[in-house]
């Protein structure tokens, strides 16, 4: 148990292992990469029995005590499976202890994690979160022995190649995949070795089976437990063998071994359009991210404590003003801060229920819709004096405004204002005419994105699971594309110049990505929980995330097809909403204190290349 950790050390000499090995062993690395994508854990190791040995003892963790003994505690998680939530006696500390998990679901170890503490913090979020961590860990771990190997068996085959971003981006693209590595003989070397893993053991040598797979074509089939395995030849953009490619996916008696086997051949084909050249497959790869976390906390409200209950929603900014503007839709207010220091300065009370923001500089105004009396507002952006109100249906929530035609688009309606309708309302923004409006059958549309340079609106009907298509011309649907493997879409962005839509969900959290051209679906990826938001940086081709479960998303877009997880940079409980600022290069976020607690605050972070 973690308690009894910080209270005990055991030096290294104690376990001649670790001392032999001559690399740091794989659970380290693990241990060292979380600490560095999560710098508000405290703590963190890793309790396993290492192969040859009787005792479950810590093998990796940040504070050293390699070799401790398991206590009962935490024998008790690996035995129970059951999790172990606690404070500590100084009260400013939460250890939670899960079981470790391999990429099949078999339990190897205990996982502790130790978070910052204050009294009234949510136990069960902070368990999600560790528990989180766990399942991110599992995909990465094969079997007991692979966290004792060394991470690196060759310290002259490099890490940042362009196989280890495929591998990683195969991962996240096919959750049927279990366990992927390429093996291939460097340029300049002699022996055919892993260069890109999903499970460590980089600069591994080759076996007798992976040299004969890539001599004779001959694909190796393995049924391995509840696993099966396919290793073939791997291949590059012009077809040219380049080494081998294994791929596992889960196995029980009686599943379809021969489409296990097109299956791998299919992602090793599709893999293989992205490798140019086995020179370019282990060099570090084009335009890769910068080590540093993509993106930096530089500051949050500390000096602003409303004791707020319930949510905010959008931001807005003046940019006449450098103001910076949000909802906070349960309070009734909007919130105003200087964009650049973030410092409070002022809270207008003449709303009911606002939402989304809007600042028109040709008229020097701010448009605000509201669900509550009153409805949508259009004030005076200099001295906040309401000027005129917009008649859409009650309930005026979500907005976009269409650059191209100078078009504003509100959804009104719906089961927040007890009606079983929502509408999509067509506003001329300089006059508040509603020239028409487009009814639907559904009590819940949320996000509304325009094409700048084409004819279409896409809306986010999260009742019915879908995207419907609006043609701007008739303002009527066009078209629907349901969405697969998630439900209650509510966020949106969009990519025009590569034809993406990228749809935020909350059952389960994901990010989903759709071809416009077709509404095919083209890619799903885990995002952070309970999201209110998504941004696009059309610059650095990637999508943010913000999670109320305390963490931002950061998702790299590295073709049109193809994404990957950079990182989740830690935020706060409750930063669910917020705004991507490319004037600036920064996000920032709202961190709402839900209806049961009280606080909130606005963080703001820098974007990193």
Known sequence: MIRRVLAAAITLSALPLYAQTPSKIYAQELVDQT?????????MAIHATPPKQKDNVIIASNIGRIGKKADDD???????????????????????????????????GALSIVYPYHNGDDKQALQQRAEQIRDQLARRISNPGNLTQPYRYDTATPTNTLAQQLVDQAMAAYPDVIILAMHATPPGQHTNVIVGSSIGRIGKAADDDDMRAIRTGIPNLEVNGNRFEVETRLLDAGKQTIGAIGIVFRYKPGDDKKALEQRAYAIRNELATKIPSLAKLTAPPAGAASAAAPATLIGRSTAWKPEYSGDFDHFGVDT????????AEDHG????????????????????????????????????????KGGTRVLDAGTY?????????????????????????????????????????????????VYRKLRFDSDHVEAVRAEEHGHRLFVNVADKNEVDVVDKKTLQVIARWPLTGAQTNLSMALDEADHRLFIGTRNPSKLIVLDTETGKQVASLDAPATSDGLFYDSVHKRIYVPGGDGYLGVFQQNDADHYAELARVPSAKGAKSGML???????????????????????WYALHP
């Open 35 to 43: 600490i560095a994508a999560h710098p508000d854990i405290v703590v």
């Open 385 to 433: 004096k309401v000027l005129g109100y917009i008649n859409t249906a009650p309930g005026a929530d979500s907005m976009a405004y269409d650059a191209s035609t100078h078009l504003l688009y509100i959804v009104s309606g719906g089961k927040d204002v007890d009606m079983k309708e929502c509408y999509l309302n067509e506003i001329d923004p300089y006059s508040g005419k």
């Open 581 to 603: 600022w490319k004037a600036l290069d920064r996000i920032y976020l709202a961190a709402s204190p839900g209806e049961k607690g009280k606080g909130g605050e606005i963080l």
């Open 74 to 108: 935490d024998m008790g998680v690996v035995n129970t499976g059951k999790p172990l939530v606690e404070v500590n006696k100084a009260g400013d500390r939460l250890e939670v202890e899960v079981p470790l998990l391999d990429t099949t679901g078999d339990t190897l």
């Open 320 to 327: 006449k003003r450098h103001k910076l503007l949000l909802a």
């Open 333 to 372: 207010t909007l919130e105003v801060f200087d964009l650049d220091s973030g410092a409070h300065e002022k809270t207008l009370t003449t709303f009911s229920t606002p939402h989304a923001i809007l600042y028109l500089p040709e008229k020097d105004r701010l448009i605000v819709t509201d669900s509550g």
